[in-house]
Structures are given as C-alpha cells and as structure tokens.
C-alpha cells in the first residue's frame, strides 16, 4: 500500500499529466488547421473516410485522424479525472467544479469539431459561418484549458475557498482575462486569413492591407492593436501581483507572465516579416497558450485566499 503522502499527491499528478496531454492535442489541432488538413476525413465524423481504420491514406487524413483519436483520449481522461475529483472532494469543493466544467468543455470542443467536419468549415473555407465561429470554438478551448490548469492547481496547492470573481481586489485578473480573450479571437481570424490568403513577399503582405479582397483582411488588421493592449493589462495585472499579494508562488508568475507577454510583441512581427513559416505560428500559438494558463495560474494564486498555498509548492 502507498503512503498517505503519495496517495494525497496522486491526483494532482494526474490532474497536471491530462492538462499536459491536452495541451499537446490543442497544439496538434493548430497543427491541422495549418496544415489545411482538416477535411482529411471528408465530411464523415465520427467516423474517417467512411472507416474507422486508416491504411495507405494520404498525409491531410493522417493529421485528422490522429487529432480525432487523441481529442476522444481527451475525453477519457478528462471524464476519468472528473469522476475522481467528485469521489476524492466533497461538494462544493472547487475542484469538483473546475473538473466538471473541464468535462463540460472538453464535450464542447468534440461538438465543435463535429460542427466544422460536417458542415465544411474546415480547411481553405472562408464563409461567414467559419469566421464567426471561430471565436466561439476558441473561447471554449481556452476555458477547456483554463478548468484543467485550475483542477490540477487548486488540488495541488489545496485550496478550497478561492476569492469570488466578483469581488473587486479580482478586477485585474478579469480585465487580464478579457483581454487575452481578444486576443485569441483577433488571432484566429489573422490566423485563419494567414492561411487562406498567403503572401508570396513582405510587399506582396502589405499590398493586401491597402486592397483588403476578403473580410478577414480587415479584421486581421484589429490584431495588432488588440495585443498592444492586452500587454499592458498583463503587465499590469504582473505589477498588481508583485505589489499587493505576499504569495511566492504569484511573484513568480507574475515574472513569467509579463515575460510571455512581452516575448508575443517580438513573436508575432517576426512571423509577419517571415511571411508565416507554420514552426513559427505554431511557436506563437504555444506561447499564447503558455501565457494563458500563466495568466490562470497567476490569478489563482492571487485569489486563493489563504497563504498555505506556498507551502504546498515547498516555497
């Protein structure tokens, strides 16, 4: 029988090893959208060309296939880490909550992608309905992601009364949030844009801002100035952290945060005057989704309402 100890640290090991997992089946998901391998199965879902065993298929229905068998792995893991979040917690324990909403949004990203495969909102299509769309499937990725860092974070560091959002010492961390919401969105239409209108040349690129021929253009111009600002709300929420809260573990974070922001103003020119290498937009896609959860992580730690939390890190 394991000791106490190993048994209490078991479940937030398996809390962060589905978080990291998730984040490597995200990362192949833009890999696939980059790619424009999405309708490598065809209209079909959930099944891949008509089969549920690919031999001999072509490079787009390999990236698909093995997205949709690594999200429904997601979805077994996640389901698995819910039902032991509500065994191993009492109710109203905020990491039963977190698990279930990571459940709830993980049933969501299946949903969406059901949605794009069925309906043809994959790929090099431009219509309406994937551009507006997209926002939506990005918001729940990111509250996927978020539910998941907070039941791993809340578990490990054993908070069980975290400050409402509500109240208002959490304004920060809400405007931090929204901000790299905007973000997101803004980003996947530059992204999607990137990939349906490619530019040969740097001259050829800024030709297309002066004679937008699709809607994507100009909403891919707000991009810019959305990361202009949601950089300064993350420095500022990274300033907020270092001065107002005793917490090690935020001091830190704030560090790191402001860091990835900061590191996203070099990374995402540098891809636009490189003409969108895919290594290089898959690198921003990661450290977008690295400063998310920091900001997440450095929220939590901001609002967890008691200082035990470092101890758990053996700060």
């Given at each position: 029988?394991?000791?106490?100890?190993?048994?209490?640290?078991?479940?937030?090991?398996?809390?962060?090893?589905?978080?990291?997992?998730?984040?490597?089946?995200?990362?192949?998901?833009?890999?696939?959208?980059i790619?424009?391998?999405?309708?490598?199965c065809?209209?079909?879902?959930?099944?891949?060309?008509?089969?549920?065993?690919?031999?001999?298929?072509?490079?787009?229905t390999?990236?698909?296939?093995?997205?949709?068998?690594?999200?429904g792995?997601?979805?077994?893991?996640?389901?698995?880490?819910?039902?032991?979040?509500?065994?191993?917690?009492?109710?109203?324990?905020?990491?039963?909550?977190?698990?279930?909403?990571?459940?709830?949004?993980?049933?969501?990203?299946?949903?969406?992608?059901?949605i794009?495969?069925?309906?043809g909102?994959?790929?090099?299509?431009?219509?309406?309905?994937?551009?507006?769309?997209?926002?939506?499937?990005?918001?729940?990725?990111?509250?996927?992601?978020?539910?998941l860092?907070?039941?791993?974070?809340?578990?490990?560091?054993?908070?069980?009364?975290?400050?409402?959002?509500?109240?208002?010492?959490?304004?920060?961390?809400?405007?931090?949030?929204?901000?790299v919401?905007?973000?997101?969105?803004?980003?996947?239409?530059?992204?999607?844009?990137?990939?349906?209108?490619?530019?040969e040349?740097?001259?050829?690129?800024?030709?297309?801002?002066l004679?937008?021929?699709?809607?994507?253009?100009?909403?891919?111009?707000?991009?810019?100035?959305?990361?202009?600002?949601?950089?300064?709300?993350?420095?500022?929420?990274?300033a907020?952290?270092?001065?107002?809260?005793?917490?090690?573990?935020a001091?830190?974070?704030?560090?790191?945060?402001?860091?990835?922001?900061?590191?996203q103003?070099?990374?995402?020119?540098?891809?636009?005057?490189?003409?969108?290498?895919?290594?290089?937009?898959?690198?921003?896609?990661?450290?977008?989704?690295?400063?998310?959860?920091?900001?997440?992580?450095?929220?939590?730690?901001?609002?967890?309402?008691?200082?035990?939390?470092?101890?758990?890190?053996?700060?």
């Amino acid at each position: 029988m394991s000791p106490p100890g190993d048994r209490e640290r078991s479940f937030p090991r398996f809390a962060w090893g589905v978080l990291g997992y998730s984040l490597v089946v995200i990362l192949w998901g833009y890999f696939l959208r980059i790619s424009e391998s999405g309708d490598g199965c065809g209209t079909d879902w959930p099944l891949c060309r008509g089969s549920a065993i690919l031999t001999g298929a072509p490079f787009p229905t390999w990236v698909e296939f093995v997205h949709r068998i690594s999200s429904g792995l997601v979805l077994l893991l996640v389901a698995a880490m819910a039902i032991w979040a509500f065994r191993r917690h009492p109710r109203r324990h905020p990491v039963r909550r977190a698990a279930a909403a990571a459940l709830l949004f993980t049933v969501g990203e299946s949903a969406f992608g059901a949605i794009l495969v069925v309906f043809g909102l994959v790929a090099s299509d431009v219509s309406i309905a994937r551009i507006m769309i997209r926002p939506f499937h990005v918001t729940n990725t990111f509250l996927l992601m978020a539910s998941l860092g907070l039941t791993a974070w809340w578990a490990h560091r054993g908070v069980e009364h975290p400050t409402s959002l509500w109240e208002p010492r959490a304004r920060p961390v809400v405007f931090a949030a929204l901000a790299v919401f905007a973000l997101a969105w803004t980003g996947s239409w530059t992204g999607l844009a990137s990939t349906a209108f490619p530019a040969e040349t740097l001259s050829q690129g800024m030709r297309q801002y002066l004679q937008p021929e699709h809607v994507l253009i100009y909403l891919r111009m707000f991009h810019p100035f959305v990361a202009l600002a949601a950089v300064y709300l993350l420095l500022r929420l990274a300033a907020a952290a270092r001065r107002g809260t005793p917490s090690v573990a935020a001091k830190r974070l704030s560090l790191a945060v402001g860091g990835l922001a900061l590191s996203q103003l070099v990374v995402g020119p540098l891809t636009i005057l490189l003409l969108q290498p895919a290594a290089l937009r898959l690198f921003h896609l990661l450290v977008a989704d690295l400063l998310w959860l920091g900001v997440v992580f450095l929220g939590a730690s901001m609002l967890e309402g008691h200082p035990a939390g470092d101890r758990a890190l053996g700060s």
